[in-house]
């Protein structure tokens, strides 16, 4: 049965803080928008902070919606769900809030990082926890936990040493020269991350393959979002002349969203559809009923008869 809490009980801490894994959902403010579910390596990476505050480190990654939808205007929604996946009781905790962007290259992230954070962290979240649930999880298989996956700390390392070139070279596209970082004696925590301020930031160009790939990949949502402070938007970065279907190498695939015609077609075609699965239901229904109707005449008949057939007194 699930339970609601205003804030996280401690008899939780233990149990949320034993997990390898969790999962973070965010969603957009327009229905027009995706929402969007990420799986998450905790080890390392998340803190609980207290009763009403967690926070973990957000690694590089090829899109970045939980980054734009909580960056975006008048939204910030997010719930962090963990699960038992191995032998024991089962359980789901669910934590529901409003979280807060500290990108890497401001005064946000390292004020409360600290540089202790594995290669290719991008941003810290904070989470403020408005409420907690609990719930079973009868249903959820069990896994068993084996082991830490290596490959993006070892891609992060090497693309943090690697200059813009080599980036340019290996995801084929070209890096402006418009500056985009923080330097890291500028006030900069005017511009990023969530964090107040109104001073100036001095910026400078991408210097690392890694940079260069946060420009390119992080730039926008799926849905054309804002993503990545740093990377602002998408005229940072040119791609080259490509051959029909070179784009795709490194480009996501953009769905529009369905026109209001497309949406009427489909609602009409979905109502005739009821429709006639109700008329189907309907000639079912007597179908049944004079079967049923017949089957109790011939009842009624053979009784009838057996009765004639038995000798009166």
């Given amino acids: 049965m699930v339970v609601f809490y205003d804030e996280i009980p401690a008899k939780l801490f233990d149990f949320i803080e034993r997990q390898p894994l969790f999962f973070v959902a965010t969603a957009p403010l327009s229905a027009q928008h995706r929402v969007n579910l990420s799986p998450k390596s905790a080890t390392g990476c998340f803190e609980l902070v207290g009763p009403r505050k967690l926070r973990y480190l957000d690694l590089t990654g090829s899109g970045n919606e939980t980054i734009s939808h909580l960056n975006e205007v008048g ?3 997010i719930t962090v769900m963990f699960v038992n996946l191995e032998e024991g009781a089962p359980n789901i905790v669910r934590m529901y809030g409003r979280g807060t962007v500290h990108e890497r290259f401001f005064d946000g992230f390292s004020s409360r990082v600290q540089d202790r954070h594995p290669p290719g962290t991008r941003a810290l979240i904070e ?5 907690c649930s609990t ?37 084929g596209f070209v890096t402006s020269d418009v500056p985009s970082f923080p330097n890291a004696n500028s006030d900069a925590d005017a511009k990023g991350g969530g964090d107040e301020g109104e001073g100036q930031v001095s910026l ?9 790939y946060l420009l390119f990949k992080n730039a926008r949502s799926i849905d054309d979002l804002p993503g990545l402070v740093v990377a602002g938007n998408n005229r940072r970065i040119t791609a080259p002349r490509a051959t029909k279907g070179d784009l795709d190498v490194f480009r996501p695939t953009r769905t529009s969203p369905p026109s209001s ?16 699965k109700a008329r189907s239901l309907d000639r079912h229904d007597v179908v049944i009923a004079a079967n049923a109707f017949c089957l109790g005449s011939l009842f009624t008949i053979l009784i009838s008869y057996l009765f004639s057939l038995t000798p009166q007194p």
């Fill in 127 to 131: 989470v403020d926890v408005a409420m």
């Fill in 204 to 212: 400078r160009v991408a210097r690392t393959a890694w940079e260069a």
């Fill in 75 to 77: 939204n910030g929604r």
């Fill in 135 to 171: 719930s079973c999880g009868f249903s959820v298989p069990i896994y068993a936990y084996l082991r830490e996956r290596q490959t993006l700390a070892e891609w992060a390392r090497n693309m943090e040493s690697w200059g813009v070139e080599r980036a340019e070279k290996k995801y």
């Fill in 261 to 276: 015609a497309t949406a009427a077609a489909a609602t009409a075609s979905a109502s005739a559809l009821q429709r006639q």
